[in-house]
T-cell receptor, first 115, second 115 residues
Framework: AQSVTQLGSHVSVSEGALVLLRCNYS??????LFWYVQYPNQGLQLLLKYTSAATLVKGINGFEAEFKKSETSFHLTKPSAHMSDAAEYFC?????????????FGSGTRLSIRP | EAGVTQFPSHSVIEKGQTVTLRCDPISGHDNLYWYRRVMGKEIKFLLH????????ESGMPNNRFLAERTGGTYSTLKVQPAELEDSGVYFC?????????????FGPGTRLTVL
């Protein structure tokens, strides 16, 4: 079964600093990998997705993630943090290749930004 | 275009009472999913509708939970009778029937508190 593990339930960085949120997946060939973000009082929003087309995936709001098969990782990064990036971030994997496959989520990482 | 909407946004009930959550998917989306996140844990899949049919209900915790999707439009999730461990945030998501990847669009969630 597919699974993802997020390292660190809470990450705090200074404004302007690098953001690095870690995610490792269980399968050697995951169907699709995602990063979702949940801002306070809002729903889950898709940040980016990996669909095997390219290993470096660029998403919204300056975020990107790199698929590394050798490390079974899909870490999320942003070069310079903004106060507006404070939110909870979820790494996720689809169970299968069908467009209707259910999504399996990690436990989430809450990102705080220090002024 | 309207996104996925959920009602109510919050619900506080006593143990033993009944609660019904509603989800309106994006118009034209045949796939509808329910997920929930209990306190401090990962978001977990509950079930998946394709139009009005239950495609996968493997994540439903027990028979106190009943989901319906009459007419293949909106869906309801009823909890009867509610228990303390049912507290959490219930998310609904929808997606198109066909596509290259599994992009599910999430609603803002319903926060359920059982006292």
């Amino acid at each position: 079964a597919q699974s993802v593990t997020q390292l660190g339930s809470h990450v705090s960085v200074s404004e302007g600093a690098l953001v690095l949120l870690r995610c490792n997946y269980s399968s050697s060939v995951p169907p699709y990998l995602f990063w979702y973000v949940q801002y306070p009082n809002q729903g889950l929003q898709l940040l980016l997705k990996y669909t095997s087309a390219a290993t470096l995936v660029k998403g919204i709001n300056g975020f990107e993630a790199e698929f590394k098969k050798s490390e079974t990782s899909f870490h999320l990064t942003k070069p310079s943090a903004h106060m507006s990036d404070a939110a909870e971030y979820f790494c996720a994997v689809s169970e299968g290749y069908s467009s209707a496959s259910k999504i399996i989520f990690g436990s989430g990482t809450r990102l705080s930004i220090r002024p | 275009e309207a996104g996925v909407t959920q009602f109510p946004s919050h619900s506080v009930i006593e143990k033993g009472q009944t609660v019904t959550l509603r989800c309106d998917p994006i118009s034209g989306h045949d796939n509808l999913y329910w997920y929930r996140r209990v306190m401090g844990k990962e978001i977990k899949f509950l079930l998946h509708f394709v139009k009005e049919s239950k495609q996968d209900e493997s994540g439903m915790p027990n028979n106190r939970f009943l989901a319906e999707r009459t007419g293949g439009t909106y869906s309801t999730l009823k909890v009867q009778p509610a228990e303390l461990e049912d507290s959490g945030v219930y998310f609904c998501a929808s997606s198109q029937e066909y596509g290259d990847y599994n992009e599910q669009f999430f609603g803002p969630g319903t926060r359920l508190t059982v006292l």
